[in-house]
């Protein structure tokens, strides 16, 4: 939570119900954080709403992978180009962007759909998900 959001006043209260795993799982991660499980919660829940439409530290984390993933597989790549295969690798390279874009449209989509999109704009270009598309690699 940033240090702004400490000094708010509080007026409002959030009251509701859990399953038991979820209680234990809560209170395991605010003893791991050093508070309180309704300080913990709390802080969670307007980090969270801070955030935005941002990605969370595990998101990240994983974001961070698939595209160190992405980058050494176009490295392979382009070491074993040859004349023979280059006109496959381009393809298959403009296949992996476009489903790339296209899964950035269908996120965002999402975000606007739901109202957390700032500026109103679709970006959905009506050409429909990746899926509907046949995005992605093709043998």
Do not use: C
Not at 21 to 47: F, P
């Amino acid at each position: 939570m940033s240090s702004s959001n400490k000094s708010e006043t509080k007026t409002r209260a959030i009251n509701f119900r859990v399953p038991e795993r979820v209680w234990r799982a809560a209170e395991e991660r605010a003893t791991l954080a050093g508070k309180g499980i309704n300080e913990w919660a709390r802080d969670e829940l307007t980090g969270r709403l801070d955030e935005g439409h941002g990605l969370t530290p595990g998101e990240r984390l994983i974001y961070v992978e698939i595209n160190n993933l992405r980058n050494l597989v176009e490295t392979i790549m382009l070491a074993g180009m040859s004349a023979e295969n280059e006109e496959r690798y381009a393809e298959a390279l403009e296949q992996s962007i476009a489903a790339r874009e296209a899964a950035a449209r269908d996120y965002f989509g999402q975000l606007a759909e739901v109202g957390v999109a700032g500026s109103g704009e679709g970006p959905d270009d009506g050409k429909g998900s990746t899926e509907q598309r046949g995005g992605g690699l093709t043998p």
